[in-house]
């Protein structure tokens, strides 16, 4: 059971995805939720990144309405964090290897989306998808790696830090 302060803090962080994926929205397939799912999924529990993973996805289908990306943003966000958890041991604080598989996870995040397009609708429909999507999945894995390059250490140093404060 999560008391009060915890609620909180994953409900501001939750919170804190959205500003950012709306803040770049005007950029197709750049974004910081990615960096930011890295920085909460190696400093909180499996079950509370899970959970800022979830509320994140419902404040977004609020603001951009429901459709079938609903369901795909819980599991395939929740493939990320799963991701992070087992490499967590392995990469430690190698911040290029950290790039270098949020760059993978950006390139296969349409084909994810393809999957789940194929589950639904058929194999044509998600095979074309995901032939149309790869360009966007190019620059997702770009700004993914370059984001992640630059911005991992201190955020993470920060976040750390504030966390602790928190209690």
């Not at 499996?46 to 429901?66: M, P």
């Not at 990320?80 to 290029?96: E, S, V």
């Not at 296969?108 to 058929?122: D, T």
């Amino acid at each position: 059971m999560f008391n009060v302060r915890k609620l909180v803090l994953l409900a501001l962080l939750a919170a804190g995805a959205l500003a950012l994926q709306v803040s770049l929205s005007f950029l197709p397939n750049v974004e910081l939720v990615t960096l930011w799912f890295l920085i909460i999924g190696l400093s909180l529990s499996f079950k509370e990144s899970v959970i800022v993973v979830f509320v994140f996805t419902l404040l977004e289908a609020l603001v951009w309405g429901f459709g079938d990306w609903v369901l795909g943003y819980l599991w395939i966000w929740t493939v990320w964090i799963i991701m992070i958890r087992c490499f967590k041991p392995i990469l430690k604080d190698k911040t290029h290897l950290w790039a270098l598989l949020g760059a993978f996870y950006g390139f296969v995040f349409g084909f994810l989306f393809a999957a789940q397009h194929a589950l639904l609708y058929g194999l044509n429909m998600g095979i074309v998808y995901w032939i149309r999507g790869i360009s966007f999945d190019i620059i997702h894995a770009f700004s993914n790696y370059s984001l992640i390059l630059i911005l991992f250490t201190p955020i993470l140093k920060v976040f750390n830090n504030l966390i602790r404060k928190w209690g």
